[in-house]
């Protein structure tokens, strides 16, 4: 199984990104797909997930109306599209494949990809 997290790079404050996770392996939408963060020093946090079928999602409060999750099935690939980009959302993100209904519980995802860096310089 592999979760191929790509698209970060360097905005400015207030810019937009679009990451996106790609899953080889297997058996895409049988997996609540999730994003988490985590910055120099801090722990790693919930951002946002999406349900097998991608009619539930849900995010963390320090993002909702900015960042947006959808998936592709036929893709097997999930997005997040991220706006109004603040130097607290700099972090790297990963994604991770949970076969539970399982949204924010950091222990239930069972794959993780690598993970891609975004900086947002002020």
């Known amino acids: 199984v592999q979760l191929q997290a790509s698209g970060g790079g360097s905005v400015q404050a207030g810019g937009s990104l679009r990451i996106s996770c790609a899953a080889s392996?297997?058996?895409?939408?049988?997996?609540?797909i999730g994003w988490f963060r985590q910055a120099p020093g801090k722990e790693r946090e919930f951002v946002a997930a999406i349900s097998r079928g991608g009619g539930t999602t849900d995010y963390v409060d320090s993002v909702k109306g900015r960042f947006t999750i959808s998936r592709d099935n036929d893709k097997k690939t999930v997005y997040l599209e991220m706006n109004s980009l603040n130097p607290e959302d700099a972090a790297v993100y990963s994604c991770?494949?949970?076969?539970?209904?399982?949204?924010?519980?950091?222990?239930?995802?069972?794959?993780w990809g690598q993970g891609t860096l975004v900086t947002v310089s002020s």
């Open positions: 991770a494949a949970t076969p539970t209904p399982a949204m924010r519980a950091r222990t239930l995802y069972k794959y």
């Open positions: 392996g297997l058996r895409f939408n049988a997996y609540n």
